[in-house]
T-cell receptor, first 114, second 111 residues
Framework: GAVVSQHPSWVICKSGTSVKIECRSL??????MFWYRQFPKQSLMLMAT?????????EQGVEKDKFLINHASLTLSTLTVTSAHPEDSSFYIC??????????FGPGTRLTVT | EDQVTQSPEALRLQEGESSSLNCSYT??????LFWYRQDPGKGPEFLFT???AGEEKEKERLKATLTKKESFLHITAPKPEDSATYLC????????????FGTGTRLKVLA
């Protein structure tokens, strides 16, 4: 149980375009979903927290207009990187939790912006 | 300020050589402490949740323990497939319940 999927697993896009990443909880209802960014050999950096049907709460320093998060249902959250630039290239990981207990992580999405 | 520190940063063990990883924390009221394993290029895999001092959890060669200031992840007779980065995270009792992560311990088990 407690499986979280992400799609796509990797994506290459051109500078200035937008990319959408999906995060789904497959076998449980995720009351809260989290989006992280991870740089090589570093720990996870929380970008934002989203609750179903509510606006996301962004961490300090994260541009909410650049990283659009939608949590439309109890099993789906999306992260859209708008007007992507090479510095947005990174490994993006989502997680989902039920009633704010342990988080279950997706497999991650490798984004490369050329 | 809430903080999590993991040590050592990296650890190399021979197959069968048992050891422990440390996670020290300061948090204003602990709701839970979580251990994860992360392989390169993948998302973290959930291992354990610990809620109160004195609690212990076991899974195969791994055993997690918790005190009021730190947690240990004991690895007994490790195998090469146990090589990974082990992450510790704490969740405060108040606020948004988001995780505070440590920087992880990179474990390499040599055959």
């Amino acid at each position: 149980g407690a499986v979280v999927s992400q799609h796509p697993s990797w994506v290459i896009c051109k500078s200035g375009t937008s990319v959408k990443i999906e995060c789904r909880s497959l076998d449980f209802q995720a009351t809260t979903m989290f989006w992280y960014r991870q740089f090589p050999k570093q720990s996870l950096m929380l970008m934002a927290t989203s609750n179903e049907g509510s606006k996301a709460t962004y961490e300090q320093g994260v541009e909410k207009d650049k990283f659009l998060i939608n949590h439309a249902s109890l099993t789906l959250s999306t992260l859209t990187v708008t007007s992507a630039h090479p510095e947005d290239s990174s490994f993006y990981i989502c997680s989902a939790s039920h009633r704010d207990y342990e988080q279950y992580f997706g497999p991650g999405t490798r984004l490369t912006v050329t | 300020e809430d903080q999590v520190t993991q040590s050592p940063e990296a650890l190399r063990l021979q197959e069968g050589e048992s050891s422990s990883l440390n996670c020290s924390y300061t948090v204003s009221g602990l709701r839970g402490l979580f251990w994860y394993r992360q392989d390169p290029g993948k998302g973290p895999e959930f291992l354990f949740t610990l809620y109160s001092a004195g609690e212990e959890k076991e899974k195969e060669r791994l055993k997690a323990t918790l005190t009021k200031k730190e947690s240990f992840l004991h690895i007994t007779a490790p195998k090469p497939e146990d090589s990974a980065t082990y992450l510790c995270a704490v969740q405060a009792a108040s606020g948004t319940y988001k995780y505070i992560f440590g920087t992880g311990t990179r474990l390499k088990v040599l055959a």
